[in-house]
């Protein structure tokens, strides 16, 4: 069964503190994707990677970055979290090639405080 | 740019009622459509797709067809269950653009007995 594993389901941070949000996926897919969900505004995508050390800004990045150090792991950082970050954030995985199915992680659902 | 444009929610109906939710979109190129479910709590799964003009895309009793001429992909079904309730995002993808998603804002079902 294909899996796209986010490391949280709940996470509450403080202002002000780096969180790290981890996503794994066993399905060597070559692209991977972090969206956030907000009612009303459906989902946004703040960065996605293509390859291993590779990555691209979405529509959002402003106060996150990522890392990709190995093909199955992207991790989405917010360098100093703001209440406007609470959300729900969620992974995404999908092969390379058109019309290609993205698989996506249950979401962690961030508070900052 | 690209974008994708779906009707307002909640929609409300009950249990064997004929579902509509529609969805049009903006793209450069020939995008591939999908249909996306999200049940409570879980991440997003791919419920429908097609990946050019005039095909059908169909699951679990729903359909859809790609409509160039109208640039639309309507979710259709035509008897909707109670577990049917969840939410609905219509999104597309591009050849150009590393086959990133673009999601509409999501359609939210209610379907009662």
């Known amino acids: 069964d294909v899996k796209v594993t986010q490391s949280s389901r709940y996470l509450v941070k403080r202002t002000g503190e780096k969180v790290f949000l981890e996503c794994v996926q066993d399905?060597?897919?070559?692209?991977m994707f972090w969206y956030r969900q907000d009612p009303g505004l459906g989902l946004r995508l703040i960065y996605f990677?293509?390859?291993?050390?590779?990555?691209e800004k979405g529509d959002i990045p402003e106060g996150y970055s990522v890392s990709r150090e190995k093909k199955e792991r992207f991790s989405l950082i917010l360098e100093s979290a703001s209440t406007n970050q609470t959300s729900m954030y969620l992974c995404a995985s999908s092969p390379q090639g058109d019309g290609t199915e993205a698989f996506f992680g249950q979401g962690t659902r961030l508070t900052v405080v | 740019g690209n974008s994708v444009t779906q009707m307002e929610g909640p929609v409300t109906l009950s249990e064997e009622a004929f579902l509509t939710i529609n969805c049009t979109y903006t793209a450069t190129g020939y995008p591939s459509l999908f249909w996306y479910v999200q049940y409570p709590g879980e991440g997003l799964q791919l419920l429908l797709k097609a990946t050019k003009a005039d095909d059908k895309g169909s699951n679990k009793g729903f359909e859809a067809t790609y409509r160039k001429e109208t640039t639309s992909f309507h979710l259709e079904k035509g008897s909707v269950q109670v577990s049917d309730s969840a939410v609905y995002f219509c999104?597309?993808?591009?050849?150009?653009?590393?086959?990133?998603?673009?999601f509409g804002t999501g359609t939210r079902l209610l379907v009662s007995p």
């Open positions: 999104a597309l993808s591009t050849s150009t653009g590393f086959q990133k998603l673009v």
């Open positions: 399905m060597d897919h070559e692209n």
């Open positions: 990677s293509y390859d291993v050390k590779m990555k």
